[in-house]
């Protein structure tokens, strides 16, 4: 009767001792892989910084860009009024020399 209880014990521990190890490997398996997610997650992290940083150099490009649209707007408009201007004066001169051509 004994040796039949020291028997179910010595089963019991082989038991035990065959679930823990089964435990270890599977806390080791989730524990590499928690470490293969947050190298991920740090390795994604890096990315969107680094869009992050790309998508405000295009904004600062745009809107140099932008700015420098509208200053070539405005010389062209300068440009267009000075050129009114000019065939306002030619128009004059032409018509004071068409009055020198008289009789």
Known sequence: A???GLDKQRGS???LEK???ELSNRFTTHDADVRK???A???LESQV???HKDV???QAGAERHASAVQASEGRS??????LARLGGELSKVSALASQGDGP
Request: hydrophobic share 25%; proline share 0%.
């Open 13 to 15: 521990i082989e038991t």
């Open 77 to 82: 408009r300068e440009v267009e009024q000075r």
């Open 37 to 39: 997610g947050a190298s």
């Open 2 to 4: 004994v040796q039949d």
């Open 41 to 43: 997650t740090q390795r």
């Open 49 to 51: 910084n680094d869009l």
């Open 56 to 58: 405000r150099t295009v």
């Open 19 to 21: 679930q823990t190890a």
